[in-house]
């Protein structure tokens, strides 16, 4: 394992919580995996997933304030749901205390909670192995979700994003537009009806 990484993960470990810590090594050997499925650089893809929770040693109340405190851009969403600046937080954690200058790195963390339109091939690689890694709790269509991460990457993201979606409207949560025009961005891109 490459010697930042290792160094990392010593550095985290006291941080987090057992099941927290779990996550992080499960999505850091997704990752790892994907991105040989994809010929992508797997130390760079397990370097973002090792990081990409690591803003998560606060609490949601924790997360406004840091972002304040570090003039932390954060979209209407994040504010609205507290807990997604977990991912604007990394970014800048990975940057000014992991010393991570690498901008595709960088923009993997910031986006693996809400994703995005033109996301790169390392940005579906952290979103997709956030949801699939192996100690992440059944849900529906995860099972599925795991076999297309595999086989058609944008296929995955459409559907963990079309998961995420079915799960806030049951729960109550409000879905907003711009998560609706995402999901309608990755059905189109999925079927084959734009290039990206």
């Known amino acids: 394992m490459d010697a930042t990484i290792n160094k990392i993960l010593k550095d985290i470990r006291p941080q987090m919580r057992c099941e927290r810590y779990e996550h992080t090594l499960g ?7 994907l991105a040989f499925r994809y010929e992508y650089d797997p130390t760079k893809a397990m370097l973002a997933g090792v990081l990409h929770d ?31 600046l977990h991912a604007p937080l990394g970014a800048y954690y990975a940057e000014h205390k992991y010393g991570v200058t690498d901008p595709d790195i960088l923009h ?8 995005g339109k033109d996301l790169s091939i390392l940005d579906k690689i952290v979103y997709v192995a ?39 409207k ?20 999925s079927e084959g009806e734009h290039n990206e």
Do not use: W
């Open 27 to 33: 999505v850091m050997y997704t990752a790892s995996a």
């Open 54 to 84: 690591c803003a998560k040693i606060y609490t949601c109340k924790d997360y406004v304030a840091e972002c304040t405190r570090y003039g932390i851009e954060a979209t209407a969403q994040e504010m609205a749901l507290p807990h997604l």
């Open 108 to 115: 993997a963390i910031r986006v693996h909670t809400l994703a």
């Open 130 to 168: 956030d949801y699939i890694e192996p100690s992440r709790k059944e849900c529906p269509a995860l099972s599925r979700i795991r076999m297309l991460a595999f086989t058609d990457i944008n296929k995955a993201v459409y559907a963990k994003l079309d998961n995420v979606v079915n799960y806030l």
């Open 170 to 189: 049951r729960s109550g949560y409000e879905v907003t537009d711009t998560t609706l025009e995402l999901l309608d961005y990755y059905k189109k891109i």
